[in-house]
Structures are given as C-alpha cells and as structure tokens.
C-alpha cells in the first residue's frame, strides 16, 4: 500500500502564521474533478491507495508546535502538570471557549498531539465537537477513529458512523476533510458492513434482492449497492460515499472495488495493523505488550542490586542515558494528569531536579499513563478512565521509587535517571502482588470465595479486593489501586491480623476450616470460648442447652440486662486460646484484639439473658454455634 504524501502540506504555511488552508493541501489536482455519472473505468486515472500516517501540519517542528499551543501552556513551575490552570481545570465547555476565543484558534488546535484533539472532543462530548473538528487536522481527524473507533481489536461501525455523522452536520468542507484523513483500507471495510457491492455488467449481475433491501447506485452509474434499510449505519455510509465522490471519483471507484473483491477478515487485519503502528508511536501500546508493565519482580532483591551499584555515587555511569523520551517527542497539553493534585514522593523527588529532567518526567508519566490505559480501559480514547490509570501510574510509580531509595530524596533523584517510569511501576506494582498472593492463601484456606463470608465484611472487602486480576483497595465502589506506602503497610498489619484469626480458626477446626459448617469465625471462635469455659476443651460441636446455660452462668457478671464477660475469666479464655507455640508477637497482638471485640459481641448479644431461666436456642443469635434441635 502507499502512504500519504508528506508533502501535502507546505511548512511555509507555519512559518508565515496565517491560517492553515487543509482543504487546498489536502487534495490533489487530479482528484478534485467529480466524474460524470456514466465515467467509464478506462477514462479515470488510477487510484494509488491511502495508507500510513495522514499529514500533520506540525511534523518535525516542535518550536513551531510549542509557540502555536503557547496560549494554553504555563511552563513555570516543577509541578507535575503543565497546561495552565485555566485550560486543565476547566469543563469541556470552557476549554472549548477559551481555545474559540484565541487570535488563532486552528493554529492552536492543529498544534495538539493528536491523541490530546480527540481526548479533548470526548471531554467536549462529541455531539457538541463539530467546531473543533472544523479547525483540525488530518492527523487528528484520522486519529479521531484510531482512538474511539476500535472495540477488542474489532472496527465499532457504530463510532465510526457517529464521528461521521457529526462531522457532516458541521459541513460538506469538515466530512470531505475527515474522509480524506482516513486510510482507503478503513473506508472500504467499513462500507462493506453495510453494503453488498454489484458491478453492473452482464458479468457480474447476481440473484434475487431482497423486498426489504435499500437499492442504490454509485455515482457513476457503476457499482449497484445494496443495503439493509433497517441498517443505522446506512445514513453515514451515504455521507461517505458522496463526500467521496466530491472529491475524487477515481478513488469512489477504488474504494468500492475493494470491498467487492477483498475479503473482509483479511482487510480488517491490515488496517488494525496500521492503526495499532500509529498508536504505538503516540504511547498506546498492543494490550499484551501494555500488560506486561504489571509483572512481577522481587523488588526487595531489586532495592539491594541498585543499592550495590549505585548508593553513594554522585550521578549515573558515565554515558548512561536518562531512561525518558527525547526532547524532540510533541509537547502535549497534559490533559491525562489534570486530576492529578498531589505526586506524592515522586512530587517531592521533582521539586529537586532540574527543569528539563522535570519536562521530561511529565512526558514518560503521560505515556506510562497511556500504556496503563492500553492495558485496562475498552478504549484508548476513554478520558475519564485515562484520569485514573494516569494517576495509577503517578502514585504506583511513586510508591516504588520511594521503596528502592528508602524514602531518600537525593538518591531517589539518581534513580530516576537510571530507571524508566514504568520500572519504577513495576516495583511499586510488585509490593502489590506480595500482599495480593498473601490475600489468595487466605481466601483458598477459606474455602474459595464463599468462604470469604467467614470473615468480618470490611475483612472480606479487603481479601476480595486484593484477589481481583488487579488488586483494589477500599471498600466496593470506593475501591481503587493502592496508592503509598502506609496504604501497603495498613494491609499488611490487616492481613496479618486475619491470617491469624484463620490459623485460630484452623486448629480448632483440625487444620480444615472448610469441614466446618458454614459460619463466621467469630461464631466458631465464640463457641470455642463456651466449650473451654464449660468444659475446659476448645471445640466447635454445637452446644447443647444444658452448657448454653452454665455458659450464661459462668461467663457473665454484673446486673441482669447488661452483664459483661467476667474480668478474671477473660484473661483466663484468651491465655487458653492462645497456646500455639509458633504464634509469633504479631500474632498474638492479632489474635487478642479478635477474642476482645468476640468476647465483647457476645457480650452485646448475651449480657441480657437470664441464666436462671431457660433460653429458647432459636433466638440466640449467630455468636455461638448452638444445637437448636435440642
């Protein structure tokens, strides 16, 4: 396939700082010519297909780019953003205002990296984007489709039809300009999911058409098409093919050809192929590739080799280079770190190195946000989800930096010009699946799954939320990726604490939690508690009526209403229960706060029987385990 023609676009037109004038550049003279209708084949000249990058007016001119995007940048500042305030805080509406309100606004707008133009049009929401997309440039229109048009590898018509239908509303000149961007690959794809191509010779005449099936020519008299009127895809298909033919009939023709003759699967595959090049250029990598930055490795070992090689030095070995982009990569607006508030360590750590080692940071973070959302999110171009992978990015990032230079600033400094970012996710990332691994024994000692309904809720949200594919931390729909270092310790001490009530629970239970029956812990440990208390042995066998009562009247003290576990019997119950010897410090900390706030519950729950008096087991609530048959 050959490629777009790079020099469509004049640099003089940059240099003079007048308005862009796309559609002139765009076309070629032999294109612009509509053929009559009834053009025969051998008259037009041929076709050479679109394919590759579509022209960027700012190509290899990063000064020229930088002073076009000048009134929405603030430079100052070793902040981790770098668009002003004005622009990156503000709504859709008001970026769209303020860019519709400079001297130049296509100047500024085709200055955008284009990934940032279509992030920005989602924000806008596309409906309400046909301005913007009248000042674009090809690269951003056909960048447009690359980000939003592809769903799990497979071509959304559905968007696709959608950014067409908007362009069109915004005029004949905006649809003409976002046809042309697109590669001929796409188009005749496209077009084929909604049409079935006839060539209209005695040839190729085909069978019956359908009653119900939407019929119509080509422009030239040519190719019969036909269509499922039912089809909401039809209207833009329309829309294509007249934006067409305006410009070039030779490649109408080319285009319908194409998807009478290739097979789909195949087309399909080349055009994914070229779009997925584009995208991995402006940082959206392959998702198994983009995957990998969530690997493991042992970041402890890790913390030891670079301590060995590179604490007390006062810079990195001589020739090595700063693992981050080149200086040359297009500036960007920093539309996926404008949640970002605070950088935590790495926030600090920047506040101390030099201004372009700091451009350069913001750089690798806005790509190793990118890299995060090739890997999580449906779509590249899913702005809100791209927010939270980017600060993803910056926390974990963060998080491993502050791990392998003990939270010490000047060398964390020398570390950042050895390791990239995302190595640096990688290690944060690691800490992570420590405790993750950690959380899927807890949840197989369990039982699975089910068995997590053992645990107290806020325990069960923690080891659920640390066994997903990735690990989240909170509580449900406040759940989010682990964040600092004392977010890891708080789980740590968490899951500690619970590994020992599960080992408390284990023993009493002959090392098979899962024999059990189907109750919380904290019920078979307070049942635990009654046998001991009555009988002197720890065991999980319901109790009868006969020690359900001597339970009541040994365990409890005070006045009858809000009597409360015997002091002395307390400490008793806890030293008993707590006879293991390979219980460590931490463990027996763990395990005497759970049989406290135990003993405590069925407090609450028993303090108000008489002992005196027979107790109905079907009202006893579930902090014992209790024979209700009895």
């Known amino acids: 396939m050959a490629h777009y023609d790079d020099d469509l676009l004049d640099e003089d037109d940059l240099d003079d700082g007048d308005d862009l004038d796309l559609e002139d550049d765009w076309a070629e003279d032999e294109d612009d010519a509509l053929a009559e209708p009834s053009a025969p084949a051998e008259d037009l000249e041929p076709w050479v297909p679109q394919a590759g990058d579509a022209p960027d007016p700012f190509a290899d001119q990063p000064d020229a780019r930088q002073q076009a995007l000048a009134p929405l940048l603030d430079r100052g500042g070793r902040n981790l953003t770098w668009s002003s305030l004005r622009f990156l805080r503000g709504t859709g509406d008001e970026k769209l205002d303020l860019i519709l309100s400079l001297p130049d606004p296509a100047r500024a707008v085709q200055a955008m990296a284009p990934e940032e133009f279509v992030l920005l049009i989602k924000e806008i929401g596309l409906n309400d984007a046909g301005d913007l997309l009248s000042?674009?440039?090809?690269?951003?229109?056909?960048?447009?489709?690359?980000?939003?048009?592809?769903?799990?590898?497979?071509?959304?018509?559905?968007?696709?039809?959608?950014?067409?239908?908007?362009?069109?509303?915004?005029?004949?000149?905006?649809?003409?300009?976002?046809?042309?961007?697109?590669?001929?690959?796409?188009?005749?794809?496209?077009?084929?999911?909604?049409?079935?191509?006839?060539?209209?010779?005695?040839?190729?005449?085909?069978?019956?058409?359908?009653?119900?099936?939407?019929?119509?020519?080509?422009?030239?008299?040519?190719?019969?098409?036909?269509?499922?009127?039912d089809d909401p895809n039809l209207t833009a298909v329309r829309q294509?093919?007249?934006?067409?033919?305006?410009?070039?009939?030779?490649?109408?023709?080319?285009?319908?050809?194409?998807?009478?003759?290739?097979?789909?699967?195949?087309?399909?595959?080349?055009?994914?192929?070229?779009?997925?090049?584009?995208?991995?250029?402006?940082g959206f990598l392959d998702r198994e590739e983009a995957l990998q930055v969530y690997s493991y490795r042992d970041a402890h070992a890790w913390k030891r080799e670079l301590h060995a090689r590179y604490r007390g030095t006062a810079a990195s070995e001589p020739e090595t280079l700063q693992p981050y982009l080149p200086e040359d990569v297009p500036v960007r607006l920093g539309l996926a770190l404008r949640e970002?508030?605070?950088?935590?360590?790495?926030?600090?750590?920047?506040?101390?190195?030099?201004e372009g080692d700091v451009v350069r940071l913001r750089l690798a973070l806005v790509r190793l946000g990118y890299t995060l959302q090739s890997?999580?999110?449906?779509?590249?171009?899913?702005?809100?989800?791209?927010?939270?992978?980017?600060?993803?990015?910056?926390?974990?990032?963060?998080?491993?930096?502050?791990?392998?230079?003990?939270?010490d600033v000047t060398y964390a400094g020398l570390l950042l010009n050895v390791l990239p970012l995302r190595e640096l996710f990688t290690a944060g990332h690691s800490l992570v699946l420590v405790e993750?691994?950690?959380?899927?024994?807890?949840?197989?000692?369990?039982g699975g799954t089910a068995g997590l309904d053992r645990l107290?809720?806020?325990?069960?949200?923690?080891?659920?939320?640390?066994?997903?594919?990735?690990?989240?931390?909170?509580?449900?729909?406040?759940?989010?990726?682990?964040?600092?270092?004392?977010?890891?310790?708080?789980?740590?001490?968490?899951?500690?604490?619970?590994?020992?009530?599960?080992l408390m629970g284990q023993t009493l239970s002959a090392g098979d939690l899962t024999a059990t029956a189907p109750l919380p812990l904290r019920a078979l440990v307070g049942t635990a508690i009654a046998w001991q208390l009555v009988t002197g042995e720890p065991k999980l066998a319901p109790l009868d009526r006969a020690t359900f009562q001597a339970f009541l009247q040994r365990g409890f003290e005070g006045q009858l209403g809000g009597r409360q576990v015997n002091t002395d019997l307390r400490r008793a119950l806890i030293r008993a229960l707590l006879t293991r010897p390979d219980l460590s410090d931490e463990d027996v900390v763990a395990l005497t706060a759970f049989l406290e706030t135990t003993l405590d519950r069925l407090a609450d729950?028993?303090?108000?029987?008489?002992?005196?008096?027979?107790?109905?087991?079907?009202?006893?609530?579930?902090?014992?385990?209790?024979?209700?048959?009895?």
């Not at 976002?178 to 190729?204: N, R, W």
């Not at 490649?251 to 192929?273: I, K, S």
């Open 135 to 229: 000042l674009a440039s090809p690269r951003q229109l056909q960048a447009s489709l690359d980000l939003d048009a592809w769903l799990a590898g497979e071509l959304d018509t559905q968007a696709v039809s959608e950014w067409l239908l908007t362009a069109e509303d915004a005029g004949k000149d905006v649809i003409d300009r976002f046809v042309a961007a697109q590669d001929d690959g796409l188009l005749s794809f496209y077009l084929g999911q909604s049409l079935k191509v006839v060539i209209l010779t005695e040839d190729d005449m085909e069978g019956d058409i359908p009653d119900d099936a939407e019929v119509f020519t080509s422009p030239d008299n040519a190719f019969q098409l036909i269509g499922n009127a």
């Open 240 to 282: 294509v093919l007249a934006s067409v033919w305006r410009q070039s009939a030779a490649r109408g023709r080319a285009l319908l050809l194409a998807t009478r003759w290739e097979l789909p699967a195949q087309l399909e595959e080349d055009v994914l192929q070229l779009r997925n090049a584009r995208l991995e250029e402006i």
């Open 340 to 354: 970002v508030r605070d950088g935590g360590f790495l926030g600090r750590v920047m506040a101390h190195l030099p």
């Open 375 to 407: 890997a999580r999110a449906e779509r590249p171009s899913a702005v809100d989800e791209l927010s939270r992978w980017s600060m993803h990015a910056l926390m974990t990032a963060s998080m491993g930096l502050e791990f392998l230079s003990d939270a």
């Open 436 to 446: 993750a691994q950690r959380a899927r024994k807890l949840r197989h000692q369990l």
């Open 456 to 502: 107290e809720t806020v325990d069960a949200q923690l080891v659920r939320g640390l066994t997903l594919a990735f690990p989240q931390y909170g509580h449900d729909d406040k759940s989010e990726p682990v964040a600092t270092l004392d977010e890891l310790a708080v789980i740590r001490q968490r899951l500690s604490a619970i590994a020992a009530v599960v």
């Open 605 to 630: 729950e028993l303090g108000g029987l008489d002992p005196e008096s027979a107790v109905d087991l079907r009202y006893v609530g579930e902090g014992l385990r209790v024979a209700v048959a009895v």
